[in-house]
């Protein structure tokens, strides 16, 4: 997973990586607010999530300690990063910087 992560923050669309758990209440928030950004930046930017206890490897890597935890990269670097639920405005307001 850590190569396919690798090339895909590569990309030259803005990637928004959420590092979620499922045992996470604050992350199922978080989930219909990336929902209701991927709808307002459709093809623009790409939204993938990673669960921190499936690829604990990765999350270690970017030094995630909390979740929910957003990262957003382009072409392989780190633009944002930010701990906690952010609103659907700020956030699309935020990826849409990048595109």
């Given at each position: 997973?850590?190569?396919?992560?690798?090339?895909?923050i590569q990309s030259e669309r803005p990637v928004l990586v959420d590092f979620f758990a499922t045992w996470?209440?604050?992350c199922k928030v978080?989930?219909?607010v990336l929902n209701t950004v991927k709808r307002?930046?459709?093809e623009?930017?790409?939204?993938?999530?990673?669960d921190i206890d499936q690829y604990q490897a990765i999350a270690?890597?970017?030094g995630v300690r909390s979740v929910p935890t957003l990262l957003i990269f382009k072409k392989g670097e780190l633009l944002f990063r930010q701990s906690g639920v952010m609103?659907?405005?700020s956030?699309?307001?935020e990826l849409k910087k990048h595109i």
């Open positions: 997973m850590s190569a396919k992560f690798n090339e895909l996470c209440q604050p978080m989930s219909s307002n930046v459709e623009e930017a790409r939204i993938v999530k990673i270690a890597e970017y609103d659907v405005n956030l699309t307001a």
